[in-house]
């Protein structure tokens, strides 16, 4: 169960209107690495764990958090979108150009949302759930946190790099922290489950049943072997278990491919003879 | 640019037709998680690179084996799918329950491929490309590479023993054995990237830039502590920075918003007094 | 079955083209609330209607006025594409500045549909069919259709006040005018069905059956309660069953969930002692 | 910001696992109007909200609440996959009919989440936001609200309906009864604000710029009239303003469509002459 | 603008419900290429068209036709999950194996559309517009035409296949058979306009501005050369223009990519050196 | 499997950086009919293949070649995007109309991928398969290729139109060349294929079991009969086995629906007496 707390978890104040930047804004409120992402990844975990339960805890707690932003860029994607067009719209009736210029807004915060933020991102494309995981395996769902985050701050920075005003910089500073502290946090867990596990998941399939001889090898499906030169073509595997070994001219190990005729009631290609 | 050879990087030959379980199998092809995924993610991210070659290169090598592992697992579903409608749907004219059973097929690999593999997942969602990402920042990019190969490990394990078909076991134990051959590489590049650059993704924004304060804070926003029996609630921080804090009532530090009213051109709720 | 008569249900001329326009006024041709959604619509509840004749022939009349919308948006559309980016292609030689701004139009009615309507939305997002809703329940059916329709009318309102073209504003004003009517029609169609049913969908549901005791609370989920000024706080419920309340503080009534450890054959996260 | 409560709002606890049911049950978690469809339009009905405090206010905590009826669905269904396809498996070996029948179990709900629950409908589509408005119109947005909740708690009853388990039942006729509470609740709402504005949306629009002679017509598109019989096709308007008249034989009132030829730099059909 | 006649264009009463099929048969309703495809394909080309008279004409006949196609299909899909599920309700109680089967049904078609058809395919997936092409070029079209009614009339005969319902064999006789004038029809037009062009689209583009020494070469981009054996590898071109040649071997003709770092602003990968 | 050659097929270098022409240029590398639906096209029809050797290798060719095609086009938007918006930056402080000029680019082409192509389309919606088909029935399928190989050279030829950029317009005559030569292929195979069947797909269903009587017949579904003038309303049909006849005021031959009320578990509208 939840509570809302009527305000926000840090200020999110803009210094002055922005319609075409609230645009931009939506990549990380609605975008596939954006804080909605994030809320439901972490929520659907914790809801779905079965392991210990300080994670099923820790993952409800920082879906928690990541609702709060949400909250924060919307508020802030309203403020950036307030009463701006009109001024716009007023000057767009001796200029042209300005009026076109315009075409750099979402024209569904006007239409559709009436100056409201929009649960989108910043090609206005809706988001949905596939931007998601929660597999039942934490180690595996940690890499995907991990990844979330990573990709998340990325966002953030550029933002705040395509922007000078003061209020939407300070707030992005704060969720840029807190992007920081998430990446920490999953490293964290990550080397904690690592310790009792082999990191190749899942660590519970047995190793004499998958096909040890590929297990290990760096394959060069090209021309040329830039590729020979990475940690990734020689010395110890990462699991501990093995060495990593290159193989320049990987062979074929199936066969040629036969399917047979479809049956008549399938209505496929009829033989020509 | 590309050739094609035209056998197999590894044998697909189920024993026997099972078009029941080549829906399944659709998981692993055309997924989240699925091979096409981890092929268009891969390429994409070696056209773009603007990084050392090498990087380049080992990307374009990955990508171009995972297009074999499409073309294996695409082998493999029309062969489960050979003929075998045919013989139930004789049965099924005295036989009302088996007919309903056939629920279990997709039936869309009647109707529309004629037998054929389709580019979609189990659920027969069509695959689309916001399952990739390929964001220009190799580190971020690697951590997506190596949760999309620990979630399609996984999910290849799970196939695994949904099955007792000996073919399409050998398949998916050579499938699991480049699935972890690909996280130990990904981890080995990662780590790789690490040792030049602090782990918190992008490490070229300046740790003054950000609000220092909540950046390595984990906030607890639930009744109850569990969550701070973890790693990530104490001790040295992973990019060797600072100390984790554990936060027990975190507070909010922001406004409670007011947003001003709608011009009148956007037709909002009339005010009412 | 329909005919086609090929006079447009009400003129739809503009004054002159306006490309940058056109992708505005995709919003009510193909978005969410536009006439393509009320169309598909209203001709699914008749063609699915198990009620009494009259729904059925209404639903199947206001439908096939709506495909008239359709046609009159295409046709607006199409010309307000109408060879105006020749002209911006040959001053864009000299004036950078006008190329740019460009970016206003949808690159896809240059290239894709070559000054055409397409079926999709002012951000350029394809038309699809879950905006649309058919339940077999007709109160809850009108309930929809009542929105589709406020929905609409705000956005043509919005488009209305974002032209001054007079062949727009002529062709909006007739559109507004209906979805004023159909607005107005699904009100009757609403409480002529709730003078013989509870207006609580499905009115069939025996009320024994629901828990009684939070049937009528509102549940104030945050600190402060300005929710409590409002007539669904106090007072008659609108079913005339019985009266709100207002719970200041509502408690949790259910278990702290407990999930079991998956079985081995899942892979999930490794029991840690 | 909000705050989690580790204990459910109502109970999720099922007699037996029950995975068909499971796939089921889906709908009105990630359903077009599941409680995620809910929660996220409350919340940024709320967050955009530019009226007076008190909808603000209720919108968050209604809004807050339906974030604990996902959690209980999520919890619910977790359940209901809770080991089961173990012991089909087992049987299946012996018993080929009920490996089919496992056909309808959603595969995801194995291979996927790993037994646990996911954003998605009961036909395995991923949720979207195109699923939800806020408009910046509070009388517009609560017709959604109202159509929201009747067709989710019709929904909540047709899987009532389809069970037989006391758990399940139990939980769901504590969200049927929510459902009605919300439907009085929008009722209410609804009420206040036509009491102060025109119930056609939106009501700042003036009526004289309307097309006036379209505006109270109802036109009937099909041969028969039996759609004359409804309290749409006569008497007084529901906004007051006029009276319902029949229109037996509409006629087109617009122009037949002429678009001129397009440019040569857009290479559409060649002229054929 | 549009009438709609109450009577269907042909019969469609199946001898007895079947929900299963009705899951099916929703494939050439609301798929890839259902009849909703064709008749917005076929609408959207004629609003669009700026040919002569007699295409837009001859297209806004045929799309008017399908929409009486897609009456027909949601007619006889209501008919076939007609009370359906209550027998088997009743026998489930008794027998879980019943139960299962029913996974054989789509369950929206209770739970959300109420024993109602839905614009979705069979596998549930929503239509979406970006199935239908409308390019202004109407050789182009034509061959999206022919394309639409080839697929579709092979699905309607798999489908054919798939049941022993005399009902809904004659339905799908009478569909089959307009699959086929329509691809006779398609057929015609496309010769009509090839008549006064050149077939390669489009015809108005200057053969001198593309690369002439690869316009009619196969490119063998596999070992083996069996792709030599067709009419496309030797023998005069289609266009008239030129002759194939079958190019065994061919070469790179481009650069090694080469692209640039990133600037600071994008936070790229960090240059190790 | 395959192999990969570092070299382009075909120089793929602009003159300049030119970041709104790049969003542009996505529509042919991740549009409906865009590089990266060819590829996936040919290849799904190529591995389903069943039919004659020599059509599996020839579609893997060229689904191989479309690869190489996507990789040129991929490369060529990378270097479209190259530094471009940092000049743009710096002026835009002092020049607001550049930046909202800016509106024109894909912000995600900065947010998100970091000045690096993405498999989207040039209205940012992502590449999804439902763009594709492989129906096992070559005829079908060709046609369908025939299809996206017009559309594909249109939206080429519309582009090479809207850019002066000489590089651009190399790799443009390149592609749009290799466009005029699958166009011819297609052509050249459907060819070979209708010389061994009849033309109406699927040639293998026996023309009596389809309803001959309206199998030849143009329905004129509306006032005038321009439609009359076509090939497709007179002459000796295409299949040859009969004559077209043009059917001036088609008549419904179906009967008037009539739905049975729903059984009461599904909650349908109450009846109302």
Known sequence: MFFHIKELQYNAKPDKPDPV?????????????????????????????????????????????????????????????????????????????????????????????????????????????????????????????????SQGRLQAVRLYESTTDHGVRDMLSFLIARDAMHQNQWMAAIEELEQTQNPVVPSTFPAEMQKQQVAYSFMNFSKGDESKQGRWAAGKSFDGESRFEYIENPEAMGQAPHLNPQPPYIHGTPTQH
Not at 39 to 65: H, S, V
Not at 115 to 127: E, Q, V
């Open 21 to 149: 930047y609230a645009k931009k804004l939506q990549e990380i409120l609605g975008g596939q690495f954006g804080e909605i992402t994030v809320a439901m990844q972490y929520l659907f975990q914790g809801w779905n764990c079965r392991a210990e339960k300080k994670y099923r805890d820790m993952l409800l707690d920082i879906g928690t958090e990541e609702l709060a932003h949400v909250e924060m860029l919307a508020t802030m994607i309203a403020q950036l979108l307030d009463g701006a067009p009109v001024q716009h719209q007023e000057e767009a009736a001796q200029n042209p150009i300005i009026e076109a210029a315009l075409g750099g807004i979402n024209p569904q915060h006007v239409i559709v949302s009436g100056l409201g933020a929009t649960p989108t991102d910043s090609a206005g494309y809706p988001w949905n759930s596939r931007y998601t995981i929660a597999s039942g395996n934490l180690l595996a769902d940690f890499r995907a946190n991990l990844n979330a985050e």
